[in-house]
């Protein structure tokens, strides 16, 4: 065993424990981290461990989150699609019920005689206007001195004249209209102010002096005149097939029963027809188009969005429940150039009325369905950002613990590369003090 003096010994251990702080500085300085095992700070490392798996688990989560929310706005824009479409469905609605003229049950009946006007001082339609529906008992003023009393139109009608309208659209419902204020003394143009008042038909007087009468609606059009010994005689006459008076105005007796019906279909509206439909089909593809990742909430898929890493009870997360949309589900009918079941008649003013009010209600359920996607989609994005911030605070916290600063360690390096630098010096002295006894020989 070789001896060695007290001054060597303590310049070599200082050299040695200078190379030791040095080698755990550089380390600190290759990693990063002041804390790099447990044997460094069992404490901080646990703790720093914990909080980065944790954020480990929420980056996770991110990925769903992220998925959730691409999902959600790919069914808002579905909806805003369809809305547009519905939209666009409304319009061809409207054209069509723009062109009504051509659909309207019309009869124009026989003509009325013109005899009566003595100077000739009126046209025939006037003539007409002013005829009294009851025979000539029934006209009191001087037809000789008044040219403007045209005479009668023959009738028989008693005090109880009853005037009877009904209309009858494409589903069977009836709207009907009964006027009992004429009677023998009323002329013509009451007649056709009554008509008139209905709001069921319209009718005129042409310059031919025939009775004009036309359906506000399309659906079969009854329209008889009757007369009793009481309205409710006069009533039941009226709508009569064969008890009704319409023969003295020039109307025909089925036009009380079996009534009038449109002559022909309008060209406009069946040239609509392929257009709704097209539209409406528009409607079912888009829905089926609108999903993301394999998850459609406008074909009625379930997305669950998970927000905490926990399990069980503990879980925090949102299911939101999609809702099949097709036009059949939002009350849509295909479109039919007439009557056929399950569709829309565009032919009948009723049907296309009652398909505007769905078409209303189908946008009402639309914006429905997009406020609660939106409501969705605000809680998604703000846990998403919520999760976001999280992973910086636990990361942040963890760093804390864990990290070296790296100011500090370099400036601690320089000084032990510094103190090194002097032992390795003070070793040489050490050394040459043991050698000065070689002097000595």
Do not use: C, W
């Not at 000789?144 to 659209?169: E, Y």
């Not at 013509?188 to 008042?197: F, G, H, I, S, T």
């Amino acid at each position: 065993m070789v001896a060695i003096s007290t001054g060597v010994r303590n310049a070599l251990s200082s050299l040695q424990s200078v190379q030791s702080q040095s080698q755990v500085a550089q380390q600190h300085l290759a990693t990063g981290r002041k804390v790099n095992s447990a044997v460094d700070n069992a404490v901080n490392y646990f703790t720093a461990a914990g909080l980065n798996d944790r954020s480990s688990q929420l980056s996770g989560l991110l990925d769903g989150m992220s998925n959730a929310v691409q999902t959600i706005n790919a069914a808002s824009k579905g909806i805003d699609g369809i809305t547009k479409l519905v939209q666009s469905l409304q319009s061809t609605l409207k054209q069509a019920q723009a062109d009504a003229a051509t659909n309207r049950p019309t009869k124009s009946g026989t003509a009325l005689t013109a005899a009566g006007d003595k100077n000739g001082a009126l046209s025939v339609k006037d003539v007409v206007l002013n005829k009294a529906l009851g025979g000539a008992a029934a006209v009191t003023a001087d037809y000789t001195a008044n040219p403007q009393v045209a005479g009668d139109l023959g009738g028989n009608f008693g005090a109880n004249t009853a005037l009877s309208i009904s209309a009858t659209d494409s589903t069977g419902n009836v709207t009907s209209f009964v006027s009992t204020s004429l009677t023998a003394t009323s002329t013509v143009r009451d007649l056709v102010n009554e008509v008139n008042k209905s709001g069921i038909a319209t009718a005129s007087v042409d310059d031919t002096g025939k009775l004009v009468v036309t359906g506000t609606g399309s659906g079969t059009l009854k329209v008889g005149l009757g007369t009793g010994s009481g309205a409710a005689t006069a009533l039941s006459n009226a709508q009569s097939a064969t008890l009704n008076s319409n023969a003295t105005i020039g109307l025909a007796l089925t036009d009380a029963s079996a009534g009038i019906s449109a002559s022909s279909n309008s060209t406009v509206r069946s040239n609509l027809v392929k257009q709704f439909n097209d539209l409406r089909d528009q409607v079912d593809q888009m829905a089926k188009d609108a999903g993301f990742n394999g998850t459609n909430l406008l074909d009625g898929n379930k997305l669950s969005v998970v927000f905490n890493e926990k399990t069980g009870s503990a879980q925090n997360k949102m299911d939101v429940q999609g809702q099949t949309v097709t036009s059949a589900n939002l009350g849509i009918q295909q479109m039919s150039n007439g009557a056929s079941a399950g569709k829309t008649n565009i032919q009948d003013d009723t049907s296309l009325q009652a398909a505007s009010d769905g078409l209303t209600s189908a946008l009402s359920s639309l914006r429905g369905m997009a406020s609660t996607f939106g409501s969705n989609l605000s809680v998604v994005q703000a846990r998403q950002d919520f999760t976001k911030s999280m992973i910086d605070t636990l990361s942040t916290g963890a760093d804390n613990l864990v990290n070296a600063d790296q100011n500090q360690e370099a400036a601690t390096l320089l000084a032990l590369q510094t103190r090194q630098q002097l032992s390795q010096t003070s070793l040489s002295l050490s050394n040459q003090a043991d050698q000065g006894i070689l002097r000595l020989f």
